[in-house]
Structure formats: C-alpha cells, structure tokens
C-alpha cells in the first residue's frame, strides 16, 4: 500500500473526454473519447455536438479507464475535473459528472484549471515541476507564457496571443492549403517534405509592437499573408507548392514561440522551460526549442505528443498535486467556468460570507 492519493481526472473542456486515473505522480491510465471526426465537416468544434459526445461517452470511459487500472471507483481517494476555461456546456458535463462521482464515493472533489492542468501533466512524465518553471501553452484556444512558482496555487501570465491561438493559425491555414481538419498535424506531416523558403512574418518581435508586446503573440497577420501568398500563386494560374508553404509557416510559428518563451526563461532568470497544450506535439516545434534551449543552457521539458493534447491524466496528474499538498477541495457548489482566468489555479470553496451572500441575493 501507499499513502500517495489515487485520483481520477476529469477533462471535457473542448472535443474530447478525458479520463485519466493518477497514483501520486504516477500515471495508471490516460482514456481518451474524441468526438473530432463529428467536427471535421465543419472545420471546426460544435458546442452542442461536443457536448452531446460528452454525455455519451463519459460512463464508458470512466468504466474503460478503471478497468485498464485494476482500479474500483470505491479505492479513489479524490476527484478532479477541468471547471474552466473552455466550451461552457461541455465543462458542464465534466463537472457535473465529477460532483456525482464525489457525493456517491464520498470523496473530495477539485475543480481545477484547464491551462494549470497542461503543466501538471509533466509530472508525470518527467516527475516535479522545478519551482518556477516556465511554462508555454500553445493550443487550439490558447497560446499563454505562464511564470509558474507553484502549479496548485500560484500562475502569473506574463503574455499571451492578441488575436488568433497559434493551434488556430496551424488549423485556419490547413484549410486555405486544403488539408483537413485540425490542420495541426496534417501541416506539421506535409512540412516534412518542405523547402523553408517563404520569408512569412514573425508577428510582434520587433520595434515597438516587441516593446509594448514583449510576451505576447500574434498570428493573425501571418495567416493573412500565407492565405494572400496561396491567392496570388492560384490568380497566377500556378500550382501551390503546400509542402513548402507548411513548412516556411510552421517555420515562422516555431520561431516566434520559442524565440520569446526563451527571452522570458532568460529575463525571469527561469532555468527551465515546459511547453504544453496540443501545438506542442509539432515535430519541428520540439526540435527548435531544443536546439535553442540547449544553446541558452535552459532545460526542456516537453511531454509525449498523445499527453500535450487533451486528456484526462493532467486533471488527475494537478488533482494528485493539490491533494499531496492539502490544497483545500472545491466543495460542490463550483461552477462551470468558460473563462475562468489562469490564476484561479482551482475553485476554491465558497466562505462562510459567500454562502450568506448567495442565500440572500435577490
Ligand atoms: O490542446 P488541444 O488538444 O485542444 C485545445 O485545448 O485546443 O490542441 C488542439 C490544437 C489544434 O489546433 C491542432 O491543430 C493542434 O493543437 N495540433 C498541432 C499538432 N497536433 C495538434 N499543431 C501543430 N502540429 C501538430 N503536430
Ligand atoms: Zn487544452
């Protein structure tokens, strides 16, 4: 036996549902529903279709995953399940489910942050998170630079996109070259054939948009100009190389993305560096911020591409975390939060002047 605590995680935040059962800082299993093949038609996430997929797939999956544990529901210790940010009827699937499972095993709940969860699943996979770490997350709706002196508790934003979430940009440019959706890894499979010869722009990284924006992203403007360069190559009556034109993109996207997670590792005097969230599988992506890690003297930590995208072994791997450290569980009154900011690390219960608050209003 082990005193560590066995807890299941919870994640519904966008098209999949995730669930992941973790033992302290060892993963036991990671079941994944994806509800991405009822999406693709449309090029992009359905709210309602996501949810209903949720639903379906939530009893089943919870079962798949205890049973490729060897874990009963009666030997979890705790529950843990992305509360936000994210699509507001799925989150509302994954938290209503884990209040069930709580009340019915008499166990304590976390609702936890989707982004605090992408860098929790490094423990995982590598073991503690040095404190700080930086931590870089770049998704379909989310690109952050996230200072992180402890993950269950204290998250400071340094920068994030303006516009468009670099998984966006990989995702809106498959589409002009014609490939399906998400175009993530389809770019990333075509770059590898590709001649990185188109000098795309590299948004906020000089003058006074790197001054005021010196964290920050922007790739708004670098999908504008692949989708003109493609216009103009089919007005010309000329084929589009798409091989090339992945490759000088993702060129560009990798090369913002480390280039300023680096700056901010060196001016924050942070020696290590995690990047995390579903872009964080690009084949090139991880070989840039090695290279350049490796020359700045910063440490790497990048988990398995299938633990990047989202999954239900981060909530259980940041539920572990906040319960080896007595975090205080969120009680069963916590909402779903679609824009829950990154510095609500988890809800915290509501006090005793919130409660009489709430029974007053109105
Ligand atoms: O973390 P994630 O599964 O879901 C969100 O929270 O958004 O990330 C999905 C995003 C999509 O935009 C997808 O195109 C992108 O991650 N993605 C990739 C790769 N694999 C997934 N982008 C670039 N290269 C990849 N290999
Ligand atoms: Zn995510």
Redesign the pocket.
Known sequence: MTDEPLVLGIET????TGVGIVRGETLLVDAIASSVDEHARFGGVVPEVASRAHLEAMVPTIERACATAGVALTDLDGIAVTSGP?LAGALMVGVASAKALGIGLGVPVYGVN?LAS?VAVDIVEHGPLPEPTMALL?????SSLLLVPDVTDDIRPLGSTIDD????A??KV?RVLGLP?????H???AARDGAIEIDFPRGLTSGRDMERHRYDFSFSGLKTAVSRWVQARQAAGEDVPVADVAASF?EAVTDVLTRKAILACQEQGVGHLQI??????????RAMAQERCDRAGIQLRVPR?GL???NGAMVASLGAQMMAKGRVPSGLDFPADSSMPVTDVHNEPAGPASAHDALHAG
Not at 165 to 168: K, S, T
């Open positions: 935040s966008c098209d999949e994210g989707h992408h770049v998704s379909g709706g989310h979430a670099a998984g966006e990989f995702d498959a959706f998400p175009g993530g890894p770019i990333d499979r993702q995390g969230g579903g872009v964080a599988a690009n084949t090139r992506l591409p990047c995208t989202d």
